[in-house]
């Protein structure tokens, strides 16, 4: 999972830009005002609002190796897109009854899952990546994806979305995006959406929340307590586009995860991860193996 993302991709505002990105267009080319409106911030909030407008989401799908319609960036469509965490999602999902896509984006992981008849749950808070996540399940027929409009926090409430597609965060300043280019959006608890109708379900949940890792899982005690057999696969950032320097939870997330019996995997390479790993990363503020893809699970893997 990109570290820019808050899920799988760019925003539809910014796809229209991007040469990767197969069959977008923009009925009002905004995108000629760019290089001026971008020296005021105020005025560039704006203009990425007014270009959101009049983006009409008129995007072209294609036929991914995955067997889905899929509008996105090429290397979604054409099956190069992420592949370590793919591979492991593809694998992992052939044991697995619900999908929980964290993050969702404009709906990658969650079509993957779908396409596999997975049962699957996508939490996407971001206007413009919801537009292309419905698009992206419509075009396939599917109906019976949950979608939950939200950001996931430690308790229900309202909460600053800032930036837009690749950067999107609720963490002020991640990945230097202004505090001006922010939008308020209603925040659910995990629990709350997991409640006890698929705790006893086997239940794969990727986390890709760009710096809200802990917050998400502040509201997900129950969950993690209480899930009878769940996989994990986390963005843990340790440095990368904290706006402070090291992520102020790093180490928490990993306790939170160990306290409930669960253990620590690197994606790639495989790799047990133990305290005393984390305690060295954190003083040398640097990882001397594998990166921020991290695998939570009471079993081997």
Not at 48 to 72: C, K, N, Q, Y
Not at 84 to 104: H, Q, R
Request: glycine residues 8%; hydrophobic residues 40%.
């Amino acid at each position: 999972m990109s570290v820019t993302r808050y899920a799988a991709s760019a925003s539809a505002s910014e796809m229209t830009e991007d040469p990767s990105f197969h069959g977008s267009r923009t009925p009002l080319n905004l995108n000629i005002l760019k290089p001026y409106v971008e020296r005021m911030p105020r005025v560039a909030a704006s203009y990425r609002a007014l270009r959101d407008i009049f983006d009409d989401g008129g995007f072209r799908p294609l036929r991914t190796p995955h067997g889905f319609e899929f509008s996105g960036y090429e290397s979604m469509q054409d099956g190069t897109f992420e592949p370590n965490e793919t591979a492991f999602i593809s694998k992992a999902l052939s044991s697995t009854d619900v999908f929980v896509d964290i993050g969702a984006n404009i709906g990658f992981y969650s079509c993957l899952a779908r396409s596999r008849s997975i049962h699957t749950v996508a939490i996407e808070p971001h206007p413009s990546n919801l537009r292309l996540l419905y698009s992206n399940l419509h075009v396939n027929g599917w109906k019976d994806v949950e979608i939950f409009p939200v950001g996931l926090g430690a308790a229900p409430g309202l909460v600053e979305l800032y930036g837009g597609g690749t950067a999107a965060s609720l963490v002020e300043g991640w990945a230097g995006v202004s505090a001006l280019q922010r939008i308020t959006v209603p925040l659910l608890t995990l629990d709350l959406i997991i409640g006890d109708r698929l705790l006893d379900q086997r239940m794969l949940i990727k986390l890709d929340v760009e710096g809200a890792e802990n917050e998400v899982l502040s509201g997900a005690s129950r969950t993690l307590a209480n899930a009878r057999e769940v996989i994990w696969l986390v963005e843990v950032c340790l440095t990368e586009h904290h706006p402070h320097g090291n992520n102020p939870h790093f180490a928490r997330i990993f306790e939170t995860f160990w306290s409930n019996g669960y253990h620590a995997w690197n994606l790639n390479p495989r790799r047990r991860i133990e305290r005393d790993d984390v305690q060295r990363w954190l003083e040398r503020r640097v990882r001397d193996f594998g990166s921020y893809n991290t695998i939570f699970a009471r079993s081997p893997i």
